[in-house]
């Protein structure tokens, strides 16, 4: 099995490299995210995780940039509806929290429900 480079440094690289570091290994986006600073919902989540970093921890913040030392640790998404599990994985890093979770569900159509009309319920063979 390869072992995980991100940008030609590996894991243990990145984790002992500051955040200004980190970021400019990071896309511009991403990157001028950090620089702006985290929200006051960011900086409870970042804070949870440091405080317990083995336990679960949900969360709403789907803008949250997946940052080093996040990496191992199982995090509750929320959909919209629901919280999703993810499991944070040094791929990851650099990308946005929501991109891992789907905020809808694709369409199954099945047969017309009650009061359609006569037309509606017809249904072909092929």
């Known amino acids: 099995m390869a072992k995980f480079e991100f940008r030609g440094k590996t894991l243990e690289e990145i984790k002992a ?67 999703v599990t993810v499991d944070i994985k040094p791929e990851m890093l650099g990308h946005r929290l929501g991109e891992f979770t789907m905020t809808r569900k694709p369409v199954k159509h099945s047969a017309p429900g009650f009061g359609a009309t006569r037309s509606s319920k017809f249904v072909p063979l092929k």
């Open 17 to 83: 490299m500051n955040m200004d570091q980190f970021s400019k290994l990071i896309p511009s986006r991403d990157r001028r995210a950090i620089r702006r600073g985290l929200t006051e919902k960011q900086k409870k989540l970042l804070e949870k995780i440091r405080k317990n970093p083995g336990k679960f921890h949900r969360t709403h913040c789907r803008d949250m940039v997946i940052i080093p030392e996040m990496v191992g640790i199982k995090i509750g998404i929320h959909s919209g509806k629901e919280y």
